[in-house]
């Protein structure tokens, strides 16, 4: 049973606009949830965390909005940018330094 | 300062065939990864490393066998590969960051045939 889901394969949004990434999970044990972005042919990158004590986190264009009652996560980048095409993960930690992980969802952002 | 490094890049092996993945990294990271991803999926955790000398399975560990040979180099063998272990195989590793957050090698793609 899939304990972090990204209901969304893709999405696409026009330059400058805003994106917003979703997320559930199931296990209230997850004291952290993280962000990855990946490019094709490249490993995933970090982008941005939030802990499970906070409901917001924000790094630069990128901010992390985090529901515990709806155990529900999104991400949101403003503005959007060309670059900011790639596959997003949302990942769940529950145990030093394990993670699980969403299958992801592929923004395209067109100019 | 290299990051996470995996090699080889791509391989190919016929079915019955065993080979070994190798990962190191240079952060001084004491939590090591191995996932597969497969198309239109996650990743999928093979195996870990909490710390050198340790090793715990992870989802999908059947048909994989891993050596955590020192701190930096966290390898992962497929004794006998099978079709089903197509996919491309990524290492990370992790540190005390504010969330754990994990640093990934540019992947190995293997095709088993």
């Known amino acids: 049973d899939q304990q972090v889901k990204q209901n969304s394969p893709s999405l696409s949004v026009q330059e400058g606009r805003i994106s917003i990434l979703n997320c559930d999970y199931t296990?209230?044990?997850?004291?952290?949830f993280l962000w990855y972005k990946k490019y094709p042919a490249e490993g995933p990158t970090f982008l941005i965390s939030i802990s499970s004590i906070k409901d917001k986190n924000e790094d630069g264009r990128f901010t992390v909005f985090l529901n515990k009652s709806a155990k529900h996560l999104s991400l949101h980048i403003v503005p959007s940018q060309p670059g900011d095409s790639a596959v997003y993960f949302c990942?769940?930690?529950?145990?030093?330094?394990?993670?699980?992980f969403g299958d992801g969802t592929t923004l395209t952002v067109k100019p | 300062n290299a990051g996470v490094t995996q090699t080889p890049k791509f391989q190919v092996l016929k079915t019955g065939q065993s080979m070994t993945l190798q990962c190191a990294q240079d952060?001084?990271?004491?939590?090591m990864y191995w996932y597969r991803q497969d198309p239109g999926m996650g990743l999928r955790l093979i195996y870990y490393s909490a710390s050198e000398g340790t090793t715990d399975k992870g989802e999908v560990p059947n048909g994989y066998n891993v050596s955590r040979l020192n701190k930096r180099e966290f390898s992962l063998r497929l004794e006998s590969a099978a079709p089903s272990q197509t996919s491309v195989y990524f290492c990370?590793?992790?540190?005390?960051?504010?969330?754990?957050?994990?640093?990934f090698g540019p992947g190995t793609r293997l095709t088993v045939t």
């Open positions: 990370a590793s992790s540190g005390r960051g504010q969330g754990y957050e994990q640093y």
């Open positions: 296990n209230s044990m997850f004291d952290y």
């Open positions: 990942a769940a930690r529950f145990h030093a330094g394990k993670s699980t």
């Open positions: 952060m001084n990271h004491n939590s």
